[in-house]
């Protein structure tokens, strides 16, 4: 009710002039009402909660300051300054000193150092557990040890360093609100020469989601020559048109999320080759088939609609990464694949005198070099699906043809040439007086 009127201003009087130089004396005050707080503390308590959620890049912090992950800072030496970020996958090497006679006392070759301080949760604190151990002699050779419950804490063996950190990886499991629910760790331990006055070390932390399982990545950032193109597709009944599918756009229910052809078998047997698919792989132009043997008792429908799962599969994708690293929920980093279909009828006509079929899918994948000359990145711009239909006559009773149906992936630079670049000349550009050659012009 207190919004849909103003109330008159109270008159100042000698009784309550007191009253209104408190509430309104100061520099500032508030308009409101007393009785539009009265769920303060309700949205405090609602705010508090907001607040221990993680964001993206948001240092995950612990209970003295925050997740340690050491790097080089200025040199190639060991910074314990660098903060972990939430869902910033990292690995990092660096140089530390060391001293075999101290190297009980360095922190940082101790486990303790990297598991005592538990993470802080929205509701409650996270504790990092000991995930495995890799203990690495001094020629190099790796063992992981049955069993990593009992902490390894460095000490002095005849005139050697034993059990100092040589690696951590971190791996961190959240939330989709962004709430950090695990914790672990896993360790290599190596031993130290007394020669020896510094050590390597090397640090890598991850973040996975709950109930999700990692897809494997095709580069960072741009597409590595002989690794899968990543692909996705928009979830069915999505209510919003096209300019806005990007948020809702999830990845290919195919192994590992990856644009798949025609997968040729010894038998070429299209009926047979059903199901079996194969990669498409960056920068590799691919060709695979296989044959059809088509009687005259076969009805249109169903074969063309066959065909067309042989060649397209169960769940063809309808966007690709245009990066190998492209997340879900990076809008601009998928691209539409454009379906086009070569056939002036539709295949769903019944079978009399003659049949459209599908007989080939044609990819075309455009990509182009993206950043600096020294290290350029692929990047892919346009994908094109071709489906090319052909008429099938109706064959006599008792007759058989074979017709070959193929799949074909081709991959083409449509990068700009480098051109360096040069400043423009400076140019003349000054007014003279129209009397200034008088009097000889």
């Not at 660098?82 to 360095?106: H, Y």
């Not at 002036?344 to 994948?365: F, K, R, T, Y």
Request: hydrophobic share 40%; glycine share 4%.
């Amino acid at each position: 009710e207190q919004a849909l009127y103003l109330k008159s201003p109270e008159i100042p009087t000698a009784e309550n002039f007191d009253e209104l130089l408190d509430k309104f004396g100061g520099a500032s005050f508030s308009a409101e009402p007393d009785s539009w707080n009265l769920d303060t503390d309700a949205q405090n308590s609602s705010e508090a909660n907001e607040t221990s959620r993680y964001e993206y890049g948001v240092p995950v912090q612990t209970e003295d300051a925050f997740l340690r992950l050491p790097s080089p800072v200025v040199s190639s030496w060991c910074s314990d300054a660098n903060p972990a970020g939430f869902l910033v996958n990292q690995a990092t090497k660096c140089i530390r000193s060391v001293s075999v006679e101290k190297c009980d006392s360095i922190q940082a070759l101790s486990m303790l150092f990297y598991i005592n301080s538990s993470i802080l949760a929205s509701v409650f604190q996270v504790n990092i557990t000991v995930q495995s151990i890799v203990v690495q002699s001094v020629n190099g050779m790796r063992t992981l040890l049955s069993s990593s419950e009992a902490l390894r804490l460095p000490m002095v063996l005849d005139e050697l360093c034993i059990n100092a950190v040589l690696g951590v990886n971190y791996h961190i499991t959240h939330t989709d609100t962004g709430e950090i629910i695990e914790a672990a760790a896993a360790f290599v331990l190596g031993a130290i020469s007394r020669e020896a006055l510094s050590i390597e070390q090397s640090f890598e932390i991850s973040f996975t989601q709950e109930n999700t399982q990692p897809v494997p990545l095709s580069g960072n950032p741009g597409y590595v020559v002989g690794l899968p193109v990543r692909a996705g597709f928009q979830p069915q009944g999505y209510p919003f048109p096209a300019a806005f599918l990007f948020a809702s756009l999830a990845l290919s229910s195919n192994k590992h999320s990856q644009l798949t052809v025609l997968h040729s078998t010894s038998t070429q047997d299209c009926l047979a080759a059903q199901g079996a698919r194969a990669p498409v792989l960056f920068g590799y132009n691919m060709i695979s088939g296989c044959k059809l043997r088509i009687t005259a008792a076969m009805k249109c429908q169903p074969l063309a609609q066959t065909l067309l799962d042989v060649l397209k599969g169960q769940s063809f994708p309808e966007y690709v990464a245009s990066f190998g690293n492209s997340q879900a929920q990076d809008v601009l980093d998928w691209v539409p694949i454009t379906q086009l279909h070569i056939s002036e009828q539709m295949i769903s006509h019944a079978l009399q005198s003659s049949c459209q079929i599908p007989v080939s899918l044609g990819i075309e994948v455009k990509w182009t070099k993206y950043g600096s000359l020294v290290n350029p990145q692929a990047r892919i711009v346009n994908v094109t699906a071709t489906i090319t239909s052909t008429t099938l006559k109706q064959l006599p009773s008792g007759r058989e043809k074979i017709i070959p149906i193929t799949s074909s992936v081709v991959f083409t630079d449509i990068s700009s040439p480098a051109e360096p670049s040069y400043k423009a000349w400076p140019t003349i550009n000054i007014k003279l007086p129209f009397d200034f050659f008088y009097p000889f012009v």
